[in-house]
C-alpha cells in the first residue's frame, strides 16, 4: 500500500464516526434495496416453482371454459383423435386447520397419462411403489413429500383435516415422495393425488381444470387447435407464471420504488460525508498538490475512499437483507396472499440480478455520489496549503444560481412527470428532479430561517443562541446536506403518510357506499380480497326463504384467461337497491344501468384505465361459446382489485357462461333490528357440508379496512427505515459539523463558555437545524403525495383518490424533524462541552 | 536552472485589478540561493507559486530546466513540480495521517525512487530525528516538524528548492536552527533555492538577494537589509 | 394374439398385441367420480418386419375410469384408448367371432380383420389350467388358434396390404408363478398342414422344467390331442444376448416322439425384446422339421418371461 492510500485509509479510521456512520447508511439503504428484492423475488419465485411443479414438462396448456373440460373431452382427445402426450389435471388449494392454516396445493393427476410429464412422480415410481395401489383405489388419498410428512407429524394411513371450498374434508396419506435436490421445490407445498379424488374433493362433476400438453412442432399445434371446440384455448405453459407476475408488476414497482427512496438517503449520506471530508482536508489537499501530487491523484484518493465506503457498506448491507428479508418475505407474501394469489414462501431466494442490483447500487452509486466531492477535491488549489482556513464565502456566492437551478430542476421534474404515459419508471424519473431542486433551494430557505431566527435566539438565549444560529450559515456548505437529507426523509414520511391515509380514506368512503347490504354470505377464502371458492347455487333459495329478508344480491366471479390476460369477470344478480352503491367515473347513471340490463358490461376504473377502455367501446371476451363482442356502458370507482373487474348481470352472465354456484350473496333485511337473527339463521342453515362466512356490514367494513392496513404494512416499515437512514445521516454530519468546530468551540470555552453553555449551543443549533428541515419537508411531502397519488398510483393502478393534506401528519412529520435533528445532536454536543479548551485550541 | 522571461501576473479583485508580477526577468544559476523580501501582499508567494507551477503568469515565460512550464497543461506542472522542486512551508503542513517516515517516504513514492530506505537513513542522518520515525507529525514541536518538513523538501534529490518563510512560525532560537540546518543540507550541497522570508537571521545564506515592489523586482545588496 | 402374416409381394410381417386387465383391490372404487377406477389396463403391441430385420413394440397403460379403456362382453370389445379389440359382428353361441384388431404406435399401425377359421380351444380342464401347484396358479384359458387375418401394416409411413393367420389367447388368473417358479417359455406354433401347436413350459428356479408344464395340438379338423410334460423333449440349440446382456435361447429343437414330431424353432429377427416395464421376449418364429416322417415348416410366436 502506498503512502497517499495509507493516509487517506488513516483519516478515515481517526474519523471512526464519519465513516462509520457512512457505512452504516450505505449498508441500511442497500439492505433495504436488497431485502425488498428479495422478498418481491422470493414470493414470486415460490409462485413460480409451484406453478413450474405443476407444469412439469408440460409446453402447452389446454383451457376450458368457466367450468373446466368435460371429462369427454378429454377421453375423446385420446381415444378419437389418439393424441398419447397429454394428461387431465384438477388443481385445488387446501388448508389444514390444525396447521396453522398451512396452505397446500392439491394436484389431482391420472398417474397413467403422467410419465411424460412430471418426473417426481414417474422416475421416483419406485418409492412410491406400495402406496400407489391406494392413491388409486382409494378416494382421498394423497401422496406427499417426506419432509411434509414430518413436519404435519403424520405417518402412512393417518388423515387429515383440511378445509377445501369451504368444506371440511378429510384426506388419507397414502404414501410420501422422498426428496432430492430435483423435486424438493415442487413438492414443497404440494399434495398429489389420484384425479378421480381430486374431482370428488372439488366437486367438479364431470369436469378436469385443464389438460397439460407436450407439443413438439407447430404441425402437433395446428391439429390440436383444431381438435378445440369455441371457448377451448391451447396456451403455452410459460403464460400462467406470466400473467401472475404481471398481475405483481404494479406492487413490485411501488415497492421497489419505496426501497430506493431509503437508498437515495443513503447516498445523500455518502455525498455529505465526502464532501465533509474533502472541506476538512483543504489544507492537506493542497500540501499533497504542492509537493507534486496530481488532481487526477487526489480525485482518485476521494473515490477509493468512497469505494471503501461503498464495499463495506454493500457487504454489510447485504449481510443485515438477509434477515430484513425474512421479515420483509412474510408481509410481503400476506399482502400477495390478501390480494392475488395463493403462495406459500418459505425459503429465501437470491438471483444474480439482485446481487447485482446491490452491488451496483452501493458500489457504484457511492463512487457516482463522491464524484462531486472527488472533482471538488482535485480543484483544490496548492495555494490552499499556504492558507489557514478556507472561508465559506464560496457557497454563499452560488446560492443564487443554486436557487435557480433548483427551480430548474422542479421544474424539469413537473415536466417528466405531466408528460402523458403510463410508464410507473417515468414518473419515479420525474420525482428525482423535484427531490433535487428541493436539494438546491435549501441553501436560499436556511438563508430566509438565519435571518428570522438570529434575532430571535439571541432575545431568548443571548449571544449564544445567535451564535449557534449564525454557525448555520457560516458552515452552510455542510449544513445544508444535512439539513436537504433530512428533509428528503422526514419528506418522504409525509408523501407516503399523507398517501395511505388519502388511500385510506377514499376506500373507506367508497365501501361505505358500495357495502350498502345488510349482511354478506361467502365460502371462505383463501385470498382475502376475492372469492375464489363457491357457494351452491341451492342455498340462494334456502335465504330466500328466511322471513326477515327482505332483498338479495348475488354474483359469481370467474377468471378468464385469454390472449395472455387474466380477466376478472364479476357476475352481478343485482337488486336495484344496490344501484346506488355504484359511483359512475364515466357515463350516465340511469343511462348506464337501462345498457346494462340489456346486457352490456360495467368496467372498473382500473380495468378501464389498464386496457385503454371507455364507455361505448367493445371489449372481446372469451365466453364458453368463443369470443364475444360486449359494449361497455359505464365505467366505476371501484377498489376491491387493482387488477380492474369487468362485471356483467347474472341473466346475461349464464347466456355466455357454464360457471355454477355463486361467489358470493348479500342480503337487506327487512328491519336493522333482525340483522343478527338473519345472521344466525343462515349460519344454521343446512348446506351439506358447506361452510358459510356469514359477516354483517360493519364487520365485513372493518375486516376489508384491516386487510388494507395490511397492505399498506410494508410502507410504513419502509418509512421507518428510510427515516433511521436519514437519522443516521443527520447524526453523522451533525458530528462531523461539530467535530470541525472544535478549535472554534475550544476558544469559547477559553472565553469562559461553560460546557452547559456550550451543550446548548449545539443543540440550539440541531434544533434550528431540524426545524428548517421539517419546513422543507413539508411542502416537499405534500408534493410527493401529490404525484403519489395523481400519478403514481394513477399510472400504477389507475385509480382516483382524494387527496386530503393531513395536519396531523404534518405535525408529526415537523415533530420527527425536530426530534431527529436534536437527538443527533444530543452526542455530539456533549462531546463538544467535554472538550478541554486546550485540546481545542491545539494545533492539529 | 530557473529564468523567468517578461512575467506579468494580476489578480482581480470586484472591479479593481491588482497588478502583482509586472514585466519582469529573473534568472537562477544552478546552486544559487536567492531570498525574496517584500511586503505582505506584494506578490512573493505569487511568484514561488509561479515558478512551482501551482499558479501560471498571464504573460512571459517560466523555464525550469530547460523546459517552458507556462506551455505544459496544469498535469504536466504537477509533474514537473513533483520530479524537480521540493517545497517548505511556513505551517509545516506535514500530512497528519502519517508517521515521520512515511512523510518522507512520500516524494520518493510520487517519483517512484529506488533505495528509499538508504535515502531515508541518509536524511535522518542530515537532519536527525530518526528516533522519532515512527511518531505521528502531531507529537513533534514545531522545530522538529519544520525539520522534516526540510527533509521531505530534499529527501527526492530535486533541483530545485521552494521555501515560503520557513522559520516565520518559529522562536528565534529554533529558527536559527533551522536556518543552520538549510545551509548544510541546501548551501553546502550546492543546491539552488528561492525563499521568502523576513527574517534577517536567513539573509547570510543568500547569494542574491532580491525585494519585490510593486511588482518589480530589485536586487538588493545583503547588508543593506539590515535596517 | 400373436400372428404371421405377409403381403402380396413376399414381405413378410409378424404381430403381438395383447391387452392385460389387473384389479388393485378386491373392493371396488368407493369413489363417484368418473375417474374413480380399481381397474388398471395394460397393452403390449408389436410388430416384426420379418424382412427387414426390425422390431417395433409399445407399451401403454390406463385405467379403466373415463371410459379410457375398458371390457365389455355384449358386443365383445376390449379397448386401451385407442388400441382395441371389437367384434364386429352380432354372433350366435355356434358362430365363429370376425374381430377387428386396432393398434398403432408412432412408427408402426395395424388394422385387421381376423375371422376365426376354427372352433374355440379350452386349454386345460375344460379351460382351466393349471400352471403350478398352488390354488390359485391357473388361469381360465381359451384359445382360437387360427383365425384368417387380412388388413395392413403401417410402419414409418408406409402402408402394407397384408394377409395371413393369427392366433388368439384369452386368459383370467389370479397369479401366473409360484414361489419356485421363475418363468415360461410359450410356443404358439402353426403348422402348415393347418395344425396348430402350444406347449408351455413352467421353469423352475434351477432352471429344470415345471411338471405343469403341458401343451396342446389343434387337428386340422378342430380335434384337440392334450401333451404332457413327459411327452415333450425340448433343447435350447442357440442363445442371444440382450442388450444389457441377459442370455436367451434363441434356437429350440422341440421333439414329441409320441406325435411324431421333431422340429426346429428359430427366431424370425433375433431382437424381439419387449424393454418395457417388466422385460420379456416374445417374437415372430420360423418352424423347420418332420412330422409324421414328412417334411413340414411353419410360422409361430415364442414368449419367454423370467430371463
Known amino acids: ?844 | 536552472m530557473v529564468e523567468l522571461k517578461k512575467v506579468s501576473k494580476q489578480f482581480s479583485e470586484g472591479n479593481t485589478k491588482h497588478i502583482v508580477l509586472n514585466n519582469f526577468d529573473l534568472k537562477i544559476e544552478k546552486g544559487e540561493i536567492i531570498i525574496l523580501l517584500g511586503k505582505s501582499g506584494s506578490g512573493k508567494s505569487t511568484l514561488l507559486n509561479i515558478i512551482s507551477g501551482i499558479d501560471i503568469p498571464d504573460e512571459g515565460s517560466v523555464t525550469i530546466g530547460g523546459t517552458d512550464i507556462t506551455k505544459l497543461s496544469e498535469k504536466d506542472r504537477t509533474l514537473v513540480r513533483r520530479n524537480s522542486i521540493g517545497f517548505i512551508f511556513q505551517f509545516f503542513n506535514l500530512i497528519p495521517t502519517l508517521t515521520v517516515k512515511e512523510n518522507l517516504q512520500l516524494p520518493l513514492e510520487l517519483t517512484n525512487s529506488g533505495n528509499q530506505e538508504e535515502r531515508i537513513n541518509n536524511i535522518f542522518s542530515e537532519v536527525g530525528l530518526s528516533d522519532r520515525a515512527n511518531t505521528y507529525p502531531d507529537k513533534l514541536s514545531g522545530g522538529e516538524q519544520q525539520r522534516i518538513a526540510i527533509a521531505r523538501a530534499l529527501i527526492h534529490n530535486p533541483d530545485i528548492i521552494l521555501a515560503d518563510e520557513p522559520t516565520g512560525n518559529l522562536d528565534y532560537d529554533t529558527g536559527l536552527q533551522i536556518v543552520d540546518l538549510l545551509d548544510r543540507v541546501v548551501k553546502q550541497k550546492g543546491k539552488t533555492m528561492i525563499m521568502v522570508t523576513h527574517s534577517k537571521d536567513v539573509m547570510g545564506l543568500a547569494d542574491k538577494v532580491y525585494s519585490l515592489r510593486e511588482g518589480r523586482l530589485t536586487e538588493t545588496k545583503k547588508d543593506s537589509v539590515i535596517e | 394374439m400373436k400372428k404371421y402374416l405377409k403381403t402380396s409381394d413376399n414381405k413378410k410381417f409378424g404381430y403381438q398385441f395383447t391387452i392385460f386387465r389387473t384389479s388393485l383391490s378386491s373392493d371396488k372404487n368407493s369413489g363417484t367420480s368418473e375417474w374413480s377406477s380399481n381397474q388398471i389396463y395394460m397393452a403390449h403391441f408389436t410388430v416384426t418386419d420379418i424382412s427387414n430385420d426390425k422390431f417395433y413394440f409399445d407399451e401403454r397403460f390406463s385405467r379403466d375410469g373415463n371410459e379410457l379403456a375398458g371390457a365389455q362382453v355384449n358386443s365383445f370389445k376390449v379397448w386401451l384408448e385407442d388400441w382395441e379389440i371389437i367384434e364386429t359382428q352380432n354372433r350366435t353361441a355356434f358362430d365363429l367371432p370376425v374381430i377387428n384388431v386396432r393398434a398403432k404406435t408412432d412408427k408402426a399401425e395395424i388394422n385387421f380383420i381376423l375371422e376365426s377359421l376354427k372352433p374355440v380351444v379350452l386349454q386345460g380342464e375344460k379351460g382351466l389350467s393349471q400352471k403350478g401347484s398352488q390354488r390359485g396358479n391357473a388361469s381360465y384359458y381359451y384359445s382360437y388358434t387360427n383365425l384368417k387375418t387380412d388388413g395392413k401394416i403401417i410402419i414409418e409411413g408406409k402402408e402394407f396390404k397384408v394377409s395371413g393367420n393369427s392366433w388368439m389367447d384369452r386368459e383370467w388368473s389370479t397369479s401366473a408363478l409360484s414361489e419356485d417358479q421363475k418363468g415360461w417359455d410359450w410356443f404358439a406354433l402353426q403348422l402348415d398342414d393347418t395344425t396348430e401347436l402350444m406347449y408351455y413350459q413352467m421353469r423352475r428356479n434351477d432352471g429344470s422344467p415345471d411338471d405343469f408344464s403341458k401343451g396342446i395340438i389343434v387337428n386340422k379338423d378342430g380335434s384337440l390331442e392334450q401333451i404332457k410334460k413327459d411327452e415333450v423333449n425340448l433343447i435350447i440349440t442357440d442363445n442371444w444376448n440382450s442388450p444389457a446382456g441377459v442370455k436367451y435361447p434363441a434356437g429350440w429343437n422341440l421333439r414329441i416322439p409320441s406325435k411324431n414330431i421333431d422340429l426346429k424353432i428359430n427366431p424370425a429377427v433375433s431382437d424381439q425384446l419387449l424393454d418395457v416395464s417388466i422385460k420379456y421376449w416374445e417374437g415372430s418364429v420360423n418352424i423347420e422339421g418332420i412330422r409324421n416322417g414328412l417334411n413340414i415348416s411353419g410360422r409361430g410366436y415364442v414368449e419367454m418371461t423370467g430371463y
Open chain 1, 1 to 844: 500500500m502506498n503512502s497517499l492510500t495509507k493516509s487517506s485509509l488513516r483519516y478515515l479510521f481517526k474519523h471512526p464516526w464519519q465513516f462509520g456512520l457512512s457505512v452504516l447508511g450505505i449498508a441500511m439503504g442497500v439492505a433495504i434495496v436488497v431485502s425488498i428484492d428479495i422478498a418481491n423475488f422470493s414470493s414470486s419465485r415460490a409462485f413460480n416453482l409451484s406453478l413450474d411443479a405443476v407444469a412439469g414438462k408440460a409446453t402447452h396448456q389446454i383451457i376450458g371454459n368457466s367450468d373446466g373440460i368435460p371429462d369427454s373431452f378429454y377421453r375423446s382427445l385420446r381415444i378419437d383423435n389418439g393424441i398419447k402426450n397429454i394428461a387431465p389435471v384438477i388443481e385445488s388449494y387446501v388448508s389444514i386447520p390444525d396447521s396453522g392454516r398451512r396452505v397446500f396445493k392439491l394436484l389431482g393427476v391420472d398417474l397413467f397419462a403422467e410419465r411424460p410429464f412430471r418426473d417426481y412422480l414417474s422416475e421416483t415410481g419406485s418409492s412410491i411403489d406400495g402406496v400407489f395401489k391406494d392413491l388409486f383405489t382409494k378416494p382421498n388419498s394423497i401422496i406427499l413429500s417426506e419432509d411434509n410428512l414430518k413436519k404435519l407429524n403424520r405417518t402412512i394411513g393417518d388423515s387429515i383435516l383440511v378445509q377445501i371450498n369451504g368444506k371440511e374434508k378429510f384426506l388419507v396419506i397414502s404414501g410420501f415422495i422422498k426428496e432430492d435436490e430435483n423435486n424438493r421445490s415442487a413438492l414443497e407445498n404440494l399434495f398429489i393425488t389420484d384425479i378421480a379424488s381430486a374431482q370428488q374433493l372439488t366437486e367438479k362433476k364431470d369436469h378436469i381444470d385443464y389438460i397439460d400438453v407436450i407439443i413438439k412442432n407447430e404441425s402437433e399445434e395446428k391439429m390440436l387447435v383444431d381438435l378445440l371446440p369455441d371457448g377451448f384455448v391451447l396456451q403455452q405453459s410459460g403464460l400462467r407464471s406470466q400473467t401472475a407476475e404481471q398481475m405483481l408488476d404494479a406492487f413490485n414497482i411501488n415497492l421497489t420504488s419505496l426501497s430506493l427512496l431509503a437508498l437515495i438517503v443513503g447516498l445523500f449520506l455518502i455525498y455529505n460525508t465526502m464532501t465533509f471530508s474533502v472541506i476538512q482536508r483543504r489544507v492537506l489537499i493542497g500540501t499533497l498538490r504542492s509537493i507534486g501530487v496530481t488532481s487526477g491523484e487526489i480525485s482518485g484518493l476521494i473515490l477509493k475512499e468512497a469505494l471503501i465506503i461503498g464495499i463495506l457498506g454493500t457487504i454489510a448491507g447485504f449481510a443485515a437483507a438477509y434477515f430484513i428479508s425474512k421479515f420483509l418475505l412474510t408481509i410481503v407474501s400476506q399482502t400477495i396472499n390478501d390480494l392475488y394469489y395463493v403462495v406459500s414462501v418459505r425459503e429465501i431466494y437470491i438471483s444474480p440480478a439482485i446481487i447485482i442490483k446491490g452491488i451496483a447500487l452501493g458500489v457504484i452509486a457511492t463512487l457516482l455520489s463522491a464524484l462531486k466531492p472527488a472533482k471538488e477535491a482535485s480543484g483544490v488549489h496548492p495555494r490552499s496549503a499556504m492558507i489557514r482556513s478556507e472561508q465559506e464565502s464560496s457557497l454563499l456566492k452560488k446560492i443564487p444560481r443554486m436557487t435557480f437551478a433548483g427551480m430548474l430542476f422542479i421544474i424539469a421534474g413537473a415536466v417528466t412527470l405531466i408528460i402523458p404515459s403510463k410508464n410507473v419508471w417515468l414518473s419515479y424519473f420525474g420525482i428525482l428532479p423535484v427531490i433535487i431542486g428541493f436539494a438546491l433551494l435549501t441553501p436560499v430557505v436556511i438563508i430566509l430561517v438565519e435571518k428570522i431566527f438570529s434575532p430571535l435566539y439571541k432575545k431568548l438565549f443571548g449571544i449564544t443562541g445567535k451564535m449557534s444560529s449564525r454557525s448555520i450559515l457560516q458552515n452552510i456548505s455542510r449544513t445544508y446536506i444535512s439539513i436537504a437529507a433530512l428533509a428528503l426523509a422526514v419528506a418522504a414520511t409525509v408523501g407516503v403518510g399523507t398517501m395511505v391515509s388519502s388511500f385510506r380514506s377514499t376506500v373507506i368512503d367508497w365501501l361505505e357506499t358500495r357495502l350498502n347490504a345488510d349482511v354478506f354470505i361467502s365460502a371462505p377464502s383463501l385470498i382475502s380480497r376475492r372469492n375464489d371458492a363457491v357457494l351452491n347455487e341451492d342455498i340462494l333459495d334456502k335465504i330466500k326463504a328466511i322471513d326477515e329478508v327482505r332483498d338479495f344480491n348475488f354474483y359469481r366471479e370467474v377468471e378468464l384467461l385469454q390472449e395472455g390476460k387474466r380477466y376478472h369477470l364479476l357476475a352481478s344478480g343485482l337488486s336495484k337497491r344496490s344501484y346506488s352503491g355504484f359511483k359512475f367515473k364515466e357515463g350516465d347513471p340511469d343511462e348506464a344501468w337501462k345498457r346494462f340490463e340489456d346486457g352490456e358490461i360495467f368496467l372498473s376504473e382500473p380495468f378501464a384505465y389498464r386496457y385503454d377502455l371507455n364507455v361505448g367501446s367493445m371489449l372481446t371476451l372469451k365466453t364458453d361459446n368463443g369470443m364475444r363482442d360486449f359494449k361497455v356502458a359505464g365505467i366505476y370507482y371501484d377498489y376491491a382489485s387493482d387488477q380492474g373487474l369487468i362485471t356483467i348481470q347474472y341473466e346475461h352472465f349464464k347466456k355466455f357462461w357454464n360457471a355454477k354456484g355463486f361467489s358470493g350473496i348479500s342480503v337487506f333485511v327487512k328491519d336493522e333490528n333482525s340483522i343478527g337473527t338473519v345472521k344466525d339463521k343462515i349460519q344454521s342453515l343446512e348446506t351439506g357440508g358447506q361452510q358459510l362466512i356469514v359477516r354483517t356490514y360493519k364487520f365485513l367494513r372493518d375486516s376489508s379496512v384491516e386487510i388494507f392496513d395490511r397492505t399498506f404494512l410494508i410502507a410504513k416499515v419502509l418509512q421507518i427505515l428510510s427515516v433511521i437512514v436519514a437519522f443516521i445521516g443527520i447524526l453523522s454530519s451533525l458530528m462531523s459539523l461539530q467535530l470541525e468546530r472544535k478549535r472554534e468551540l475550544g476558544i469559547l470555552r477559553a472565553n469562559g463558555l461553560l460546557p452547559s453553555q456550550l451543550f446548548l449551543m449545539v443543540n440550539l443549533q440541531t434544533l434550528l437545524m431540524g426545524f428548517t428541515a421539517g419546513l422543507i419537508a413539508l411542502p416537499l411531502g405534500n408534493i410527493l403525495a401529490a404525484i403519489l397519488i395523481y400519478i403514481i398510483n394513477k399510472r400504477s393502478f389507475g385509480w382516483t383518490m382524494q387527496f386530503d393534506i393531513l395536519p396531523g401528519i404534518l405535525a408529526e412529520a415537523m415533530i420527527l424533524a425536530l426530534v431527529a435533528a436534536v437527538l443527533a445532536g444530543i452526542y455530539p454536543g456533549y462531546k463538544m462541552s467535554r472538550t478541554s479548551p486546550v485540546n481545542a485550541l491545539r494545533e492539529e
